[in-house]
Nanobody, 114 residues
């Protein structure tokens, strides 16, 4: 499975961005699709997840601001990010976990200016 992330950019605090993660290849036995982020000098952290049954979950710091969703027909997962804060600045990565293992996208930079 190959993942292509896009949608990052530079935005002012309080603004919004929508990240996309398009999957290609043969996708079987999905366990979850997730977004992670890695800020400069910090470890990669999990941000949001969506399960095959539609259940979603978020790290506390983004609850109420970020929304993960999917379009199964397009094999794409989205991360709508609202009310962005400078602390959200990071490279965002999408991840898919299947019964055969996991794959990562290449990352997309999100920069939030104060």
């Amino acid at each position: 499975v190959q993942l292509q992330a896009s949608g990052g950019g530079l935005v002012q605090a309080g603004g919004s961005l929508r990240l996309s993660c398009a999957a290609s290849g043969r996708i079987i036995g999905i366990k979850a699709m997730r977004w992670y982020r890695q800020a400069p000098g910090k470890e990669r952290e999990w941000v949001a997840a969506i399960l095959p049954n539609g259940m979603v979950n978020y790290v506390d710091s983004v609850k109420g601001r970020f929304t993960i969703s999917r379009d199964s027909a397009k094999k794409t997962v989205y991360l709508q990010m609202n009310t962005l804060e400078p602390e959200d600045t990071a490279v965002y990565y999408c991840n898919i976990n299947t019964v055969y293992g996991e794959s990562w996208g290449q990352g997309t930079q999100v920069t939030v200016s104060s």
